[in-house]
């Protein structure tokens, strides 16, 4: 992508991400569209008048060079000469993706606005598809989904293992997980997941190690209804704006014995309204959406 014109003095706040997850990603994660976004708009500020810092904080911190002691003092010192250079009396933002937030020590008064699950406001973890690949996948209506309830991924946090205790093996719920993470997805798992979630009801969407999951969102294009599950915090975006319920299923992870009879008590009827919902409101998890959100707070395309 094109180097921000206001810009931190150091390449490496700009490096584009060595590999590609999820693997249905096609175009930008959300903190390069974010900054391209500002960039052609003429944007600098966010809807509270603070400053963006404009770094693409996600694709340099999986980086493994960034682990160099070296790199990361010089970045600090370019982040601190930039925040010199752009006093703000109202303080600064960032939007990040990573998991774990920003590994740089950032200015006082600075918001974060997170999709991971570390910072001050919630964002929902989405990235650019401009293949659609998950939207444009056929769907199978209510009786075709011989599925109750599935999940096809990775063992990344407690939660997801005390999701496949409590679920795993019970009629009607395929839950499945491994426990190696890895960047790389293998077409057979992008496949299985597909089908899977297609063929399925309901699908989990569990926490992982952030406590987010692009999942939830995939779940949704594919058209099946997605269970979140948490524990310390229900990170869901724009809570003020939708209603997840109507849509989704939120569930603390001590609820899961109780999941069963909840899926079993929505009928057909009860499972199209929930679909019909999401397509009501599905611009929201836009990327667009997102960029007039922080920058303008608008909200009246809902």
Same mark, same amino acid.
């Given at each position: 992508?094109?180097?921000?014109?206001?810009?931190?003095?150091?390449?490496?706040?700009?490096?584009?991400?060595?590999?590609?997850?999820?693997?249905?990603?096609?175009?930008?994660?959300?903190?390069?569209?974010?900054?391209?976004?500002?960039?052609?708009?003429?944007?600098?500020? $966010?809807?509270? #008048?603070?400053?963006?810092?404009? =770094?693409?904080?996600?694709?340099?911190?999986?980086? &493994? #060079?960034?682990?160099?002691?070296?790199?990361?003092?010089?970045?600090?010192?370019?982040?601190?000469?930039?925040?010199?250079?752009?006093?703000?009396?109202?303080?600064?933002?960032?939007?990040?993706?990573?998991?774990?937030?920003?590994?740089?020590?950032?200015?006082?008064?600075?918001?974060?606005? +997170?999709?991971? #699950?570390?910072?001050?406001?919630?964002?929902?973890?989405?990235?650019? $598809?401009?293949?659609?690949?998950?939207?444009? /996948?056929? &769907?199978?209506?209510?009786?075709?989904?011989?599925?109750?309830? +599935?999940?096809?991924?990775? $063992?990344?946090?407690?939660?997801?293992?005390?999701? /496949?205790?409590?679920?795993?093996?019970?009629?009607?719920?395929?839950?499945?997980?491994?426990?190696?993470?890895?960047?790389?997805?293998?077409?057979?798992?992008?496949?299985? %997941?597909?089908?899977?979630?297609?063929? +399925?009801? %309901?699908?989990?969407?569990?926490?992982?190690?952030?406590?987010?999951?692009?999942? %939830?969102?995939?779940?949704?294009?594919?058209?099946?209804?997605?269970?979140?599950?948490?524990?310390?915090?229900?990170?869901? =975006?724009?809570?003020?704006?939708?209603?997840?319920?109507? %849509?989704?299923? +939120?569930?603390?992870?001590?609820?899961? =014995?109780?999941?069963? =009879? &909840?899926?079993?008590?929505? $009928?057909?009827?009860?499972?199209?309204?929930?679909?019909?919902?999401?397509?009501?409101?599905?611009?929201?998890?836009?990327?667009?959406?997102?960029?007039?959100?922080?920058?303008? #707070?608008?909200?009246?395309?809902?």
């Amino acid at each position: 992508m094109n180097k921000p014109q206001n810009r931190i003095k150091h390449d490496t706040f700009y490096m584009e991400c060595d590999f590609t997850y999820p693997p249905f990603k096609n175009g930008k994660y959300m903190e390069e569209y974010f900054m391209e976004y500002m960039q052609e708009n003429n944007l600098i500020k $966010d809807k509270y #008048g603070r400053h963006y810092i404009p =770094a693409l904080w996600t694709n340099f911190q999986v980086n &493994r #060079g960034f682990n160099n002691p070296k790199l990361r003092y010089d970045m600090q010192m370019a982040l601190g000469s930039y925040v010199r250079v752009n006093p703000s009396p109202n303080g600064y933002f960032i939007v990040v993706q990573h998991d774990d937030g920003c590994f740089l020590q950032l200015p006082p008064n600075t918001l974060i606005y +997170s999709g991971g #699950g570390t910072g001050n406001i919630m964002l929902p973890l989405i990235y650019q $598809d401009i293949k659609q690949t998950l939207i444009r /996948t056929p &769907r199978l209506k209510f009786q075709e989904k011989n599925i109750l309830c +599935s999940f096809v991924g990775n $063992d990344t946090h407690f939660v997801r293992t005390k999701m /496949t205790e409590i679920l795993g093996g019970r009629p009607g719920f395929q839950v499945g997980t491994k426990k190696e993470w890895t960047t790389h997805v293998p077409q057979e798992k992008q496949t299985d %997941f597909v089908e899977t979630t297609r063929r +399925s009801r %309901f699908a989990l969407a569990p926490r992982g190690y952030g406590r987010s999951s692009f999942r %939830f969102y995939e779940v949704l294009e594919l058209g099946t209804v997605p269970i979140y599950v948490w524990d310390d915090m229900e990170w869901l =975006a724009y809570k003020e704006v939708v209603d997840y319920s109507k %849509f989704s299923i +939120s569930i603390h992870v001590s609820q899961l =014995a109780g999941l069963e =009879a &909840r899926l079993l008590a929505i $009928d057909e009827n009860a499972y199209g309204e929930m679909l019909s919902e999401y397509e009501k409101i599905k611009s929201v998890f836009g990327l667009d959406f997102m960029c007039r959100y922080i920058t303008s #707070g608008s909200i009246g395309c809902v």
